[in-house]
Antibody, heavy 115, light 113 residues
Framework: QVQFVQSGAEVKKPGASVKVSCKAS????????IHWVRQAPGQGLEWMGW????????KYSQRFQDRVTITRDTSASTAYMELSSLTSEDTAVYYCGRAAYIDVWGKGATVTVSS | DIVMTQSPDSLAVSLGERATINCKSS????????????LAWYQQKPGQPPRLLIYWASTRESGVPDRFNGSGSGTDFTLTISSLQAEDVAVYYC?????????FGPGTKVDIK
């Protein structure tokens, strides 16, 4: 079945960077875009950006434009989201998902930013 | 950027009764060339990722019970749960995927009365 396996929980210091991975299986990786969405504790869903898995083109939310980089490794069917210059406000669960209306979601990766 | 709003923020409905959630976009998300509304609905239960319920504003995702119905066009959309079940307690989000950023609404919490 189609699924995403995301990397594990991370604890980072303010100012550091984090890189979250999202390994896809059960479908042809390059046929669908991968989107990244985050959710701070007790808050709603926030769209961060997406990558065209076929050609690597990306689009980011202006809110994260200077700090986020989404990449993919087609040989590993894996997408990555790297967020830099972390602050406590980046403490959240980070989800990857497939396609524009996200029909398959990863279970999420918890990132905690704390000094 | 398109802004998505939802109403109400929360609602409590008796088991078996109808629940109605509204979603409004700040501009039309109807693409005229294919006559499709780029609007999705998701359900999220505590500790779980969201689950896709509806896409193209009214197309039910495979496996979603038929008590969930989406309607609307242009800027105004509705998710209706025709007969609320205990397992429907969750937060519901709409999302536009007409353009980037693909903004979500703030969510509507549904509880049992």
């Amino acid at each position: 079945q189609v699924q995403f396996v995301q990397s594990g929980a991370e604890v980072k210091k303010p100012g550091a960077s984090v890189k979250v991975s999202c390994k896809a299986s059960g479908y042809t990786f390059t046929n669908y875009a991968i989107h990244w969405v985050r959710q701070a504790p007790g808050q709603g869903l926030e769209w961060m950006g997406w990558i065209n898995a076929a050609n690597g083109n990306t689009k980011y939310s202006q809110r994260f434009q200077d700090r986020v980089t989404i990449t993919r490794d087609t040989s590993a069917s894996t997408a990555y989201m790297e967020l830099s210059s972390l602050t406590s406000e980046d403490t959240a669960v980070y989800y990857c998902g497939r396609a524009a209306y996200i029909d398959v979601w990863g279970k999420g990766a918890t990132v905690t930013v704390s000094s | 950027d398109i802004v998505m709003t939802q109403s109400p923020d929360s609602l409590a409905v008796s088991l078996g009764e109808r629940a109605t959630i509204n979603c409004k976009s700040s501009q039309s998300i109807l693409y005229s060339s294919n006559n499709k509304n780029y609007l999705a609905w998701y359900q999220q239960k505590p500790g779980q990722p969201p689950r896709l319920l509806i896409y193209w504003a009214s197309t039910r995702e495979s496996g979603v019970p038929d008590r969930f119905n989406g309607s609307g066009s242009g800027t105004d959309f509705t998710l209706t749960i025709s007969s609320l079940q205990a397992e429907d307690v969750a937060v519901y989000y709409c999302q536009q995927y007409y353009n980037s950023p693909q903004v979500f609404g703030p969510g509507t919490k549904v509880d049992i009365k």
